[in-house]
T-cell receptor, first 109, second 115 residues
Framework: RKEVEQDPGPFNVPEGATVAFNCTYS??????FFWYRQDCRKEPKLLMS???SGNEDGRFTAQLNRASQYISLLIRDSKLSDSATYLC??????????FGKGTSLLVTP | GAGVSQSPRYKVAKRGQDVALRCDPI?????LFWYQQALGQGPEFLTY????????KSGLPSDRFFAERPEGSVSTLKIQRTQQEDSAVYLC?????????????FGSGTRLTVV
């Protein structure tokens, strides 16, 4: 079983829709949590960190539930440019980041 | 340079051939990571350097994989006797701080195809 699990999708949504992605992690000692975005044939790029108190960056809201070992990402008012793969990322003690498989999002006109 | 530079961008190797993949991190970045990303998967950790010291190589899939960073800057990932299952994108990332803090910058990757 992978340490970080995500629904791979794809999620096809119309422009302007709200879409939510979920992620679970198995290692309770995990320390830091992130969402990365990866465009087709490009490298992953940090979208936002995730905190227990919840955090927002424009149209993006991330939430962490440590008790349930669950992470979410909400995208409001989807744009065509939001089409990408969203990777849930967890850092446990040590050096490595652990990536989920990613959730594919396609925003259509 | 401004970003993490990887070369070559694409590499086609015949099965059994040795390959060497290069990563030039952002100047002054202490930490350097190698990840392997197979098609349809997220990146998987391979190894970590802090300056020239290889502090974690637990993700290297077999003894055919070897990485070095002799002067604490450029790193090379070498794969000996390549197999078809080695086909993947190999991503290098660097960061200023130790222990893989936020602030990773990934390179564009080397896409390896073993035929």
């Amino acid at each position: 079983r992978k340490e970080v699990e995500q629904d791979p999708g794809p999620f096809n949504v119309p422009e302007g829709a709200t879409v939510a992605f979920n992620c679970t992690y198995s290692n309770s000692a995990s320390q830091s949590f992130f969402w990365y975005r990866q465009d087709c044939r490009k490298e992953p790029k940090l979208l936002m960190s995730v905190y227990s108190s919840g955090n927002e960056d424009g149209r993006f809201t991330a939430q962490l539930n440590r008790a349930s070992q669950y992470i979410s990402l909400l995208i409001r008012d989807s744009k065509l440019s939001d089409s990408a793969t969203y990777l849930c990322v967890v850092k446990r003690p040590g050096y490595a980041l652990n990536f989920g498989k990613g959730t594919s999002l396609l925003v259509t006109p | 340079g401004a970003g993490v530079s990887q070369s070559p961008r694409y590499k086609v190797a015949k099965r059994g051939q040795d390959v060497a993949l290069r990563c030039d991190p952002i100047s002054g970045h202490v930490s350097l990571f190698w990840y392997q990303q197979a098609l349809g998967q997220g990146p998987e950790f391979l190894t970590y350097f802090q300056n020239e010291a290889q502090l974690d190589k637990s993700g290297l899939p077999s003894d055919r994989f070897f990485a070095e960073r002799p002067e604490g800057s450029v790193s090379t990932l070498k794969i000996q006797r390549t197999q078809q299952e080695d086909s993947a994108v190999y991503l290098c990332a660097s960061s200023l701080a130790g222990e893989g803090a936020v602030g990773y910058t990934f390179g564009s990757g080397t896409r390896l195809t073993v035929v």
